[in-house]
């Protein structure tokens, strides 16, 4: 590591900074004001703001409330507006932009497709919709001067018994934008077992999928979603920390399963708000993701939901930054990590690894050897 990739990245780098992210929910990163418009033109009333910059303070009280019941009533709202087709192609649509805004290159942005057919959508109308949407957003993000890949991941919930349609329906859309499977909603009670002939089919094809694992449920749920379903991501995993013990001495001992994730470069798509706001982790500066980044797991950082959480990639960064003093050479590795871990195929994910963001990187860094070069000059000028 060279003296000038050791500085602190400012704001403007950070998001300037080629991003990767795979972990971000559709339902959960509307704009307040799309809200708002959506619920006017479909007569929904029951939003508890209709002012949008009240409408996100909401949103974000909501979530950080510790209530269960007001954190999923903030998803009641997002999907009561997300019932037509014209809606879910705007909300993919500036999901795509605003994540090219903020620098992002690459995202997996994931969504049940089953809570989109209230208003008489098919499974497969909510999809094409989806992917219409996020088509649209990489156009719009080009004619702004950003780039930005977007793949889906389609959801299933825990609770519901249509596991195996929902994986079904990814495979049927696997050349046409979808990219993946994953399974979200309450883990406790609902372990990912539940839903075996899904994962078991998805492997028969050849398929990828996570799992929401770890979060609010410790080691078990993570030694199922691997051991018995095959993921080949977990969803946070923070809870893999219960499996590694750090001795006083600052030896560390990785329990069975925790040596097993890192061996097997198993990627861990971790949310630092998010978890704070759940209670997975306690504060920024004790999230696991600093002691799993030392030890070299295959970390990755995402948003989850950027609308209830207030956040986006470039705020993860910046307050990963400021508890672990992470420079670019941090944020290269995490963003390397989230490329290396996507689901499309190998030689597209090098691709954006070699020509995107090492070049981006490259560029941020040369800057601060650009200005270092020319205080040093001037500093030499200067003297008699
Ligand atoms: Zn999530």
Known sequence: MTSQTRETPTPDQIRRA?????????????????????????????????DP????????????SGSLERYLETFAHTCAVMQTK???????????EDLAEDGVVYAEVRYAPEQHLEKGLTLEEVVEAVNEGF???????????????????????????????????????????????DIAGAEAGYPPTRHLDAFEYLKRENNHFTIHAGEAFGLPSIWQALQWCGAD???????????????????????????????????????????????????????PIGLLRRLHFRATVNTDNRL??????????????????????????????????????????????NDVIKPGYAELKSEWLFKQTVSTSTSVKKKP
């Open 53 to 64: 910059d009240k409408l996100g303070i909401w949103f974000r009280e909501a979530a950080d």
């Open 308 to 353: 209830m959480s207030g956040t986006s990639m470039s705020r993860e960064f910046e307050l990963l930054i400021e508890a672990f003093g992470y420079t670019l050479d941090d944020m290269q590795w995490f963003t390397v990590n989230a490329m290396k871990s996507a689901f499309i195929p190998f030689d597209e994910r090098l691709a954006m690894i």
């Open 135 to 181: 088509r649209e957003g990489e156009r719009i993000a080009r004619e702004n001067g950003h780039r930005i890949r977007v793949g889906a991941l389609l959801t299933a919930m825990r609770h519901a018994a249509r596991a195996l349609e929902i994986a079904e329906l990814a495979n049927r859309y696997r050349d046409e934008g979808v990219v993946g499977f």
């Open 233 to 287: 991501r977990l969803g946070h995993g923070v809870r893999i920390i219960d499996d590694i013990k750090v001795a006083e001495d600052g030896s560390v001992h990785l329990g069975r399963l925790a040596a097993y994730v890192r061996d097997k470069r198993i990627p861990l798509e971790m949310c630092p708000t998010s978890n704070l706001q759940t209670g997975a982790a306690s504060s920024y500066a004790e999230h």
């Open 18 to 50: 080629p991003k990767a992210l795979l972990h971000d929910h559709l339902d959960g990163g509307l704009r307040p004001g799309t809200i708002v418009d959506l619920a006017r033109a479909q007569g929904y009333d029951k939003l508890p703001e209709t």
């Open 86 to 96: 014209e809606a879910l192609k705007r909300v993919a649509a500036e999901c795509a």
